[in-house]
């Protein structure tokens, strides 16, 4: 690339099309996507990270889920809860994502950084989570604002195996999570946000 604004052009394109890929292969998931990073939007912004993690958030909330393209129609699409197996495979797509995104060609900020933060969203502050048990702050911090929107809406749409929660429900199990899954400073400001917010659900 020879100037930022061809690395913006060609971000913007590929961007575009990962998301019509996304959207083909699962409406859901596209979706979800969508609405996920809106969610991490508004935390980013109310915690004044700066423009670089902002642009690394931005793709990487949007493509969180973009590496279910490589997952099983059986399995991705199954109407009812995954067994032990199953649910080892879906656990493979934050690792599909992250070699997604490393494949675009696009190298440094933000596709390669957005590309960690992508492998690491299902990690747990308390090092429980996957695929690397990373703990705490050895989390990327868009990695923690990620869990925290992907949880919220996760649990807010219905789905073949759970119906929707309302908001009071779906709180309630944050919170129990709350360091444990996830960052206690960040849910604080999700906590505070998320009531007076368009996107709260009922």
Not at 35 to 64: P, Q, T, Y
Request: with cysteine; glycine share 8%; aromatic share 4%.
């Amino acid at each position: 690339m020879d100037s930022p604004a061809e690395m913006d052009e060609a971000l913007s394109g590929y961007n575009k099309a990962l998301g019509v890929a996304l959207g083909y292969r699962d409406l859901m998931t596209h979706l979800h996507s969508e609405r996920v990073h809106d969610l991490a939007m508004m935390i980013a912004e109310a915690c004044d990270v700066d423009e670089a993690a902002l642009g690394v958030l931005k793709v990487a909330s949007s493509f969180h889920d973009v590496g279910k393209i490589g997952i099983p129609d059986h399995i991705l699409m199954k109407p009812s809860r995954l067994d032990a197996a199953e649910w080892e495979t879906i656990k493979r797509h934050s690792e599909i994502g992250e070699q997604i995104l490393r494949s675009s060609g696009i190298g440094g900020y933000p596709i390669q950084d957005a590309a960690r933060a992508i492998r690491h969203h299902h990690e747990h502050v308390d090092g429980g989570g996957y695929p690397d048990g990373l703990k705490g702050e050895d989390v990327p911090l868009c990695s923690r604002i990620i869990a925290i929107a992907d949880s919220y809406d996760a649990m807010a749409v219905t789905r073949a195996y759970h119906a929707a929660r309302s908001h009071h429900e779906i709180m309630d199990i944050m919170e129990g999570e709350t360091g444990r899954k996830f960052d206690p400073a960040l849910m604080q400001v999700f906590r505070a946000r998320i009531e007076h917010s368009p996107m709260r659900t009922d």
